[in-house]
């Protein structure tokens, strides 16, 4: 009985990393796409590498890393679902491709950015 309590500790402390990456994540898009909006290079950079970071840490965690990063190309804001689909596209190529294209009739850079990655990946032009 000890080691189940232990283990749902563990599986606890897991969820609640899973958890702050995930919200450091759709930070990080935000700011990213901030950045963007002010043509501001460095930051854009700065938040660039943080997502492929924070990336790297949900996969690392396995398919529940992934699943739920996965779960975020359904969130309502299309800034953060638009960062997901992108990152997700390999795993799950239809749900983040109509992500990509419900984004896409945004208005600004945000729906030009969302039509350039779907040209890109039909193309076959995709980079990681």
Not at 66 to 91: H, K, T, W
Request: net charge negative.
């Amino acid at each position: 009985m000890m080691t189940d309590h232990v283990a749902g500790a563990g599986n606890r402390q897991l969820d609640e990393r899973l958890e702050r990456l995930l919200k450091r994540f759709a930070v990080a898009a935000r700011a990213h796409h901030e950045a963007l909006e002010a043509l501001d290079e460095e930051r854009t950079e700065v938040q660039a590498r943080m997502i492929a970071g924070l990336h790297g840490a949900l996969v690392r965690e396995g398919k529940q890393g992934e699943e739920l990063l996965l779960n975020l190309v359904d969130s309502p804001d299309p800034i953060v679902a638009g960062m997901a689909a992108v990152y997700s596209i390999r795993l799950d190529t239809g749900r983040c491709l109509a992500a990509l294209r419900r984004i896409a009739k945004e208005p600004g850079l945000l729906g030009f950015r969302a039509e350039v990655a779907i040209q890109r990946w039909e193309s076959g032009e995709w980079e990681e």
